[in-house]
Protein backbone atom coordinates (compact mmCIF):
# COMPACT_ATOMS: atom_id res chain seq x y z
CA UNK A 1 0.00 0.00 0.00
CA UNK A 2 1.25 3.34 -1.06
CA UNK A 3 2.80 5.33 1.91
CA UNK A 4 0.16 8.38 2.81
CA UNK A 5 2.36 11.56 3.26
CA UNK A 6 1.01 15.22 3.46
CA UNK A 7 -2.49 15.55 2.59
CA UNK A 8 -5.06 18.38 1.62
CA UNK A 9 -6.82 20.14 4.10
CA UNK A 10 -10.53 21.13 3.66
CA UNK A 11 -12.64 23.88 5.40
CA UNK A 12 -15.78 23.68 5.15
CA UNK A 13 -16.71 19.99 4.37
CA UNK A 14 -20.37 20.30 3.03
CA UNK A 15 -21.82 18.92 -0.17
CA UNK A 16 -19.31 19.71 -2.20
CA UNK A 17 -16.69 19.01 -0.23
CA UNK A 18 -17.71 15.66 0.87
CA UNK A 19 -17.38 14.95 -2.78
CA UNK A 20 -13.74 16.40 -3.21
CA UNK A 21 -12.77 14.59 0.25
CA UNK A 22 -13.60 11.55 -1.73
CA UNK A 23 -11.94 11.68 -5.03
CA UNK A 24 -9.05 12.26 -2.99
CA UNK A 25 -8.89 9.51 -0.45
CA UNK A 26 -9.91 7.24 -3.67
CA UNK A 27 -6.78 8.29 -5.36
CA UNK A 28 -4.89 7.20 -2.04
CA UNK A 29 -4.42 11.02 -0.65
CA UNK A 30 -4.36 11.58 3.06
CA UNK A 31 -7.37 14.04 3.60
CA UNK A 32 -8.34 16.03 6.17
CA UNK A 33 -11.74 17.61 6.84
CA UNK A 34 -12.47 21.02 9.10
CA UNK A 35 -16.66 21.75 9.73
CA UNK A 36 -18.07 23.74 11.90
CA UNK A 37 -20.64 21.11 12.93
CA UNK A 38 -19.85 19.24 15.75
CA UNK A 39 -21.93 16.12 14.46
CA UNK A 40 -19.17 14.79 12.07
CA UNK A 41 -18.10 11.48 13.30
CA UNK A 42 -15.32 10.85 10.01
CA UNK A 43 -11.68 9.59 10.12
CA UNK A 44 -9.86 12.44 10.07
CA UNK A 45 -12.84 15.01 10.50
CA UNK A 46 -12.33 18.12 12.88
CA UNK A 47 -15.04 20.36 14.53
CA UNK A 48 -13.97 24.34 14.32
CA UNK A 49 -15.87 27.31 15.93
CA UNK A 50 -14.81 29.96 13.18
CA UNK A 51 -17.12 32.34 15.38
CA UNK A 52 -14.51 32.88 17.83
CA UNK A 53 -10.55 32.64 17.34
CA UNK A 54 -9.15 29.20 16.02
CA UNK A 55 -6.73 27.76 18.69
CA UNK A 56 -5.53 24.75 17.27
CA UNK A 57 -5.20 23.01 13.87
CA UNK A 58 -2.96 19.96 14.14
CA UNK A 59 -3.85 18.95 11.22
CA UNK A 60 -2.57 21.76 9.47
CA UNK A 61 1.36 20.78 9.82
CA UNK A 62 0.86 17.70 7.84
CA UNK A 63 -1.33 19.67 4.70
CA UNK A 64 0.40 21.36 1.88
CA UNK A 65 -2.88 22.46 -0.08
CA UNK A 66 -5.93 24.21 1.46
CA UNK A 67 -9.42 24.45 -0.01
CA UNK A 68 -11.73 26.84 1.90
CA UNK A 69 -15.15 26.29 1.46
CA UNK A 70 -17.14 28.59 3.55
CA UNK A 71 -20.17 30.74 3.44
CA UNK A 72 -19.00 34.79 2.47
CA UNK A 73 -19.63 35.79 6.10
CA UNK A 74 -16.22 38.46 6.38
CA UNK A 75 -15.59 37.23 10.13
CA UNK A 76 -15.20 33.85 9.59
CA UNK A 77 -12.68 34.24 6.82
CA UNK A 78 -11.08 36.62 8.92
CA UNK A 79 -10.71 34.25 11.63
CA UNK A 80 -9.45 31.70 10.14
CA UNK A 81 -7.05 33.65 7.79
CA UNK A 82 -5.40 35.28 11.13
CA UNK A 83 -5.25 32.00 12.47
CA UNK A 84 -3.08 30.53 9.14
CA UNK A 85 -1.09 33.89 9.32
CA UNK A 86 0.23 34.03 12.81
CA UNK A 87 1.24 29.95 12.41
CA UNK A 88 2.51 30.24 9.21
CA UNK A 89 2.48 26.46 8.34
CA UNK A 90 5.36 25.67 6.84
CA UNK A 91 4.28 22.70 4.22
CA UNK A 92 1.43 24.48 2.72
CA UNK A 93 2.55 25.36 -0.86
CA UNK A 94 -1.20 26.41 -2.15
CA UNK A 95 -4.76 27.66 -1.06
CA UNK A 96 -7.95 26.97 -3.06
CA UNK A 97 -10.53 29.11 -2.15
CA UNK A 98 -14.19 28.48 -3.72
CA UNK A 99 -16.07 31.94 -4.45
CA UNK A 100 -18.79 32.64 -6.80
CA UNK A 101 -19.86 34.29 -9.61
CA UNK A 102 -21.92 36.03 -8.06
CA UNK A 103 -18.92 38.71 -7.52
CA UNK A 104 -20.14 39.85 -10.77
CA UNK A 105 -23.75 40.80 -9.55
CA UNK A 106 -24.23 44.48 -8.28
CA UNK A 107 -26.06 43.40 -4.87
CA UNK A 108 -23.30 40.75 -3.99
CA UNK A 109 -20.28 42.86 -5.42
CA UNK A 110 -19.11 44.47 -2.75
CA UNK A 111 -19.19 41.30 -0.08
CA UNK A 112 -17.47 38.62 -2.50
CA UNK A 113 -14.89 41.23 -3.13
CA UNK A 114 -14.22 41.65 0.66
CA UNK A 115 -13.73 38.12 0.97
CA UNK A 116 -11.36 37.45 -1.85
CA UNK A 117 -9.06 40.59 -1.05
CA UNK A 118 -8.68 39.32 2.77
CA UNK A 119 -6.75 36.28 0.83
CA UNK A 120 -5.47 38.22 -2.14
CA UNK A 121 -3.51 40.31 0.71
CA UNK A 122 -2.22 36.90 3.04
CA UNK A 123 1.35 37.12 4.23
CA UNK A 124 1.67 33.53 3.56
CA UNK A 125 3.93 32.21 0.93
CA UNK A 126 1.65 30.39 -1.21
CA UNK A 127 -0.25 30.04 -4.85
CA UNK A 128 -3.61 31.46 -4.68
CA UNK A 129 -6.19 29.89 -6.64
CA UNK A 130 -9.64 31.77 -6.58
CA UNK A 131 -12.54 29.85 -8.18
CA UNK A 132 -15.33 31.81 -8.95
CA UNK A 133 -17.90 29.05 -9.26
CA UNK A 134 -21.30 29.41 -11.06
CA UNK A 135 -24.69 27.50 -9.79
CA UNK A 136 -24.02 24.07 -8.63
CA UNK A 137 -25.83 21.46 -10.46
CA UNK A 138 -25.75 17.91 -9.79
CA UNK A 139 -28.31 14.85 -10.02
CA UNK A 140 -27.78 13.66 -6.74
CA UNK A 141 -28.58 16.32 -4.56
CA UNK A 142 -28.65 19.54 -6.45
CA UNK A 143 -30.93 18.97 -9.44
CA UNK A 144 -32.01 21.80 -11.14
CA UNK A 145 -35.42 20.50 -11.61
CA UNK A 146 -36.19 21.57 -8.58
CA UNK A 147 -34.93 24.96 -7.72
CA UNK A 148 -37.54 26.64 -9.08
CA UNK A 149 -40.53 24.13 -9.74
CA UNK A 150 -44.24 25.68 -9.03
CA UNK A 151 -43.28 29.43 -8.61
CA UNK A 152 -44.77 31.95 -10.70
CA UNK A 153 -43.37 35.45 -12.12
CA UNK A 154 -39.82 34.53 -11.83
CA UNK A 155 -37.98 37.38 -13.17
CA UNK A 156 -35.19 37.35 -15.52
CA UNK A 157 -36.46 34.62 -18.15
CA UNK A 158 -34.34 35.91 -21.20
CA UNK A 159 -31.30 35.47 -19.01
CA UNK A 160 -28.72 32.85 -19.62
CA UNK A 161 -28.02 30.69 -16.83
CA UNK A 162 -24.15 30.37 -15.71
CA UNK A 163 -24.38 27.25 -13.76
CA UNK A 164 -21.60 24.37 -13.09
CA UNK A 165 -21.58 21.01 -12.83
CA UNK A 166 -20.23 19.73 -9.28
CA UNK A 167 -18.21 17.11 -10.75
CA UNK A 168 -16.53 19.68 -12.80
CA UNK A 169 -15.67 21.73 -9.48
CA UNK A 170 -14.40 18.52 -8.08
CA UNK A 171 -12.36 17.52 -11.37
CA UNK A 172 -10.99 20.80 -11.17
CA UNK A 173 -9.72 21.15 -7.84
CA UNK A 174 -8.24 18.11 -7.56
CA UNK A 175 -6.30 18.80 -10.49
CA UNK A 176 -4.97 21.82 -9.01
CA UNK A 177 -4.32 19.88 -5.68
CA UNK A 178 -1.79 17.81 -7.75
CA UNK A 179 -0.24 20.13 -10.32
CA UNK A 180 3.30 20.24 -9.21
CA UNK A 181 4.14 22.23 -6.70
CA UNK A 182 5.59 25.96 -7.68
CA UNK A 183 9.25 26.44 -6.77
CA UNK A 184 9.26 30.28 -6.52
CA UNK A 185 8.64 31.86 -3.08
CA UNK A 186 7.16 35.08 -4.01
CA UNK A 187 3.38 34.05 -3.99
CA UNK A 188 1.22 33.93 -7.25
CA UNK A 189 -2.84 35.01 -7.45
CA UNK A 190 -4.59 32.95 -10.14
CA UNK A 191 -8.43 33.77 -10.57
CA UNK A 192 -10.66 31.50 -12.63
CA UNK A 193 -13.97 31.30 -13.74
CA UNK A 194 -15.53 28.23 -13.37
CA UNK A 195 -19.05 27.64 -15.71
CA UNK A 196 -20.60 24.67 -18.23
CA UNK A 197 -20.31 26.01 -21.77
CA UNK A 198 -24.12 25.82 -22.15
CA UNK A 199 -26.13 29.11 -21.10
CA UNK A 200 -29.87 28.24 -22.88
CA UNK A 201 -32.09 30.61 -21.73
CA UNK A 202 -33.11 30.57 -17.93
CA UNK A 203 -37.00 30.00 -18.97
CA UNK A 204 -35.90 27.22 -21.12
CA UNK A 205 -33.31 25.46 -19.20
CA UNK A 206 -35.57 25.27 -15.86
CA UNK A 207 -38.53 24.28 -17.96
CA UNK A 208 -37.32 21.15 -19.37
CA UNK A 209 -35.27 20.81 -15.81
CA UNK A 210 -38.58 20.10 -14.11
CA UNK A 211 -40.42 18.34 -16.46
CA UNK A 212 -38.07 15.53 -16.36
CA UNK A 213 -38.72 15.30 -12.57
CA UNK A 214 -42.36 14.96 -13.31
CA UNK A 215 -42.56 18.07 -11.24
CA UNK A 216 -44.89 21.54 -12.47
CA UNK A 217 -42.40 24.05 -14.15
CA UNK A 218 -41.54 27.56 -13.05
CA UNK A 219 -43.84 30.27 -14.97
CA UNK A 220 -40.75 33.30 -15.97
CA UNK A 221 -41.25 36.56 -17.30
CA UNK A 222 -39.92 37.90 -20.22
CA UNK A 223 -37.45 39.80 -18.87
CA UNK A 224 -33.56 40.06 -18.35
CA UNK A 225 -31.99 41.22 -15.32
CA UNK A 226 -28.71 41.99 -16.91
CA UNK A 227 -27.10 39.00 -16.63
CA UNK A 228 -24.16 38.33 -19.01
CA UNK A 229 -22.65 35.12 -20.27
CA UNK A 230 -19.81 34.38 -17.86
CA UNK A 231 -17.17 31.70 -20.05
CA UNK A 232 -14.24 29.59 -18.77
CA UNK A 233 -11.70 30.08 -21.13
CA UNK A 234 -8.69 30.60 -19.08
CA UNK A 235 -9.91 27.23 -17.04
CA UNK A 236 -9.80 25.46 -20.46
CA UNK A 237 -6.63 27.24 -21.42
CA UNK A 238 -4.57 26.66 -18.82
CA UNK A 239 -5.25 23.00 -17.54
CA UNK A 240 -7.10 22.07 -21.18
CA UNK A 241 -10.25 21.20 -18.66
CA UNK A 242 -13.46 19.85 -20.47
CA UNK A 243 -16.58 20.95 -18.49
CA UNK A 244 -19.44 18.59 -18.97
CA UNK A 245 -22.36 19.83 -20.69
CA UNK A 246 -26.06 20.51 -19.39
CA UNK A 247 -28.09 17.96 -21.70
CA UNK A 248 -28.18 15.81 -19.08
CA UNK A 249 -30.34 17.82 -16.93
CA UNK A 250 -32.67 18.62 -19.99
CA UNK A 251 -33.55 15.60 -22.05
Known amino acids: MKEKTLGTLIMGVGFVGKRLKKKLEERGENVFGLSRSLSKEEENF ?17 SNALVISLPPKKNLHENFLDYLEKEKPMNLRKIILWSSIGIYRKEKKEQMEEIEDLWRKNSLEVDLFILRLGGLVDKEGRHPGRFLSGRKNIPGGDDPVNLVHVSDVVDLTSLLIKEKEIDEIEKRVHVYDVVSEDHPLKKEFYHKAALQLHLPPGEFLSTSEGSKVI ?15 LDEFIV
Open 46 to 62: YSVNLEESVLSLPCLLN
Open 231 to 245: KSDEVKKDFCFSFKN
